[in-house]
């Protein structure tokens, strides 16, 4: 059987769920000493002065450092790059004479600090409990100043300034698609629907908290950082040695097992610094391991867009225009930009609409920085484009599924140029919608809602379609080295947090060779091993790794085609490999491991790659919910989920994915959230007992299917596929709710819908009716 195709259950999974993963906290080093972080409580102020003498007096204190310390020893920002420019994402038109502003981002900073837990000193002792208490002995002065948390808020003439080169705290604003012809056609627009709404701020909430191990070796000045970061070991180990100021080949990053990552991971650690940073002032290797309160004030954030849009149809449904406004609230610093463009890119999704202009604008603000999290900027784009399509069709007397029907994209038209000017490459829209329906029962809901009815419940349904466009760091490398006792080395750049590259990158290399799946070993995520590799993010693993696997297995043929011909004296263009072996015309072969042993040198092939083209997986989910009018309970009662992976080279890890990813859209649309105090900046959500989480009772048994039209974009056909039920869930579930009160007069509920809001949707309803 062809391994590519094959539900393979995950390898790695054995040693992950009998406890023998290992991640960076399972790492101690001999004579390890440990850090605290101490964090402002403040979202705003100035330091004034950090008196560190009572802690530094502590017998078993190490060392007590400060931003002033760092900034004497040459450390330097973190180079996140938020990149916004280039395919194949929207091209952002810039104002005239417009700088985007790239704040500087210090791993401790110096004189001002700009959101509540940011870090201002580290303090290092001979256990983790001395460190906590030393860092009590710290004396802060802090001036306070006035903070802002809304990103709206923030571009007011009379808002705190964050930073002085930052006029109205705007890092950049920008524009897309065509003004003119879209007010040309909202003029002529039969009907027209509009929607302001909050895509708020959540956490990415990974189960294994931050943790860093840094050691640092004096004779040879060299240092070591055991971390975890979807951007993966080369990405992380490039931006430690930007950041200390030495040499690349001063510095190692090794990565283990990762628990859980969604993005918000991706970004580099200011700790990831300050630990080797650390480990080189004590002379000592230095471990830091946060708790669940420092994640929840200072990991990256994600989402908080604030989007103003509007859709103009004709009086047949046929969509003319769409315009609006997104405001992207970044935090403190530039980390990234991609969540406003990506979703600038997106916000028609897979329909037909002649003109869209859009304005947006990435806001700082003293919050915690807000980064990518799964499909960033992609659900909040589709949320919009959704929710104005069922307005539409509720206000206007459309059939919500024929006016998306009428709407989307044919597949004749592909590869089709969407508005903004971004081109979807291939794909079937509506037959991925109808067979969505088709598998959900959509004709016979009316049943199910008049049992529910009978029940004292009130019950919706919704179907959503989305697209997403992925991209990422464009290079990655793979080598493919035979050895001599049989085992196949493939070693990727790429870094897993859970997508299961241990199981389905070796399934194509075994595939592509022909050899059984138990002789590849994987490498992975140690830059003594891994020379180039962009990470996990924005579905490009496997979209790449698989180019570079490829090509790796061509040149390690190739090269064994010429030893083979030597062993076997036969012309190379007369030896075949089939089967795992080299083969003569005239029926004599060598095994891969015989021609790895007469090989001068490794027998190994390297695929080095770049490509910038974007992968477009698209889908259709469907979702019905029962609200309790008594309480405003949201039971999320089934979920069907279509989504196009092109090419499925292990469909159980997809269906994973797929689970998965809607269990974080549907925890985004219904509970989780992060809160902070508009007043002064105080993070409201800071534990479990205030931030909410979808558990197992929440989540229904989702129903997955895959399907498989090629896309164009890719040489093998792949789509992305890990990221496609987060994508449609916010505007599928608010759709679902809304149709389940829609009788009452509710028109929209802002997310998260929550049991409070949706009840108090409901009383504001009746009320109103009255």
Known sequence: MSEIGKPRRRVEDGRLVTGRGRYADDFTPEAAA???????????????????????????????LTGADAAADGM??????????????????????????????????????????????????????????????????????????DARAAMGGAAPQLWPDCANNLALTCEVGDREAVEAAFADAAHVVTLESHIHRVNGVPMEPRSVVGEYDARTEFYTLRAASGRGAVQTRERLAAVLGVPLEKCRAVFGDMGGNFGTRNAFSPEFALIPWAARRTGRPVKWTADRRECFLSDYQARDLRSEAALALDEDGNFLALRGVNTLNLGAYTVYFWPLRKGLSMMQGTYRIPAVHFRGHAVLTNTAPTAVYRSAGRPEAIY?????????????????VELRRRNLIAPEAMPFTNAVGVTYDSGDYAAGMDKA?????????????AASRRRGRLRGIAVANYIEVTSGIPRERVEVRALADGTIELVVGTMSSGQGHETSFPQLAADWLGVPFERIRYVANDTERVSVGGGSHSGRSMRLASIAIDKAVAALVERGKAIAARALQAAPEDIAWRGGAFHAAGGASLGLAEAAALADGPLEG???????????????????????PETGHVCVAAW???????LAVNPLILHGQAQGAVAQGLGQALMEAVCYTPEDGQLVTGSFMDYAMPRADTVPPIHTLITEVPASSHP???????????????????????????????????????????WRAIRDAQR???
């Open 606 to 628: 390297i695929g080095d790659i770049t490509d910038r083209s974007g992968g477009y997986p698209y889908g259709a989910h469907v979702c019905e919910v029962e609200v309790d």
């Open 768 to 770: 109103n009716r009255r």
């Open 384 to 400: 919009m484009i959704e929710r104005l399509i069922d307005l539409a069709a509720g206000e206007h007397g459309f059939d919500r």
């Open 716 to 758: 093998f056909g792949i789509r992305p596929g890990g990221e496609g039920g987060t994508t449609p869930a916010l505007g599928l579930l608010a759709n679902a709710v809304c149709h389940a009160l829609g009788d009452l007069g509710v028109r929209h509920i802002e997310m998260p819908l929550t049991p409070e809001r949706v």
């Open 437 to 449: 329906l088709e598998a959900a029962d959509w004709a016979g809901f009316e049943t199910r809602r």
């Open 34 to 64: 440990y850090a605290f972080v101490l964090r402002s409580p403040h979202a705003h102020a100035r330091i004034c002065g950090i008196e560190t003498s009572r802690a530094a007096a502590l017998p078993g204190v190490l060392a007590v």
């Open 76 to 149: 330097g920002p973190i180079p996140h790059n938020p990149d916004w420019q280039g395919g194949p994402d929207v091209e952002l038109r810039l104002p005239d004479g417009f700088e985007v502003a790239l704040v500087p981002n210090l791993p401790l900073p110096v004189d001002t600090v700009r959101y509540c837990g940011e870090a201002v000193a580290l303090v290092v002792a001979e256990t983790a409990a001395l460190a906590a208490d030393a860092a009590e002995l710290v004396a802060v002065d802090y001036e306070p100043l006035p903070a802002v948390t």
């Open 640 to 646: 069907t989920a279509l989504d196009d992976v092109g």
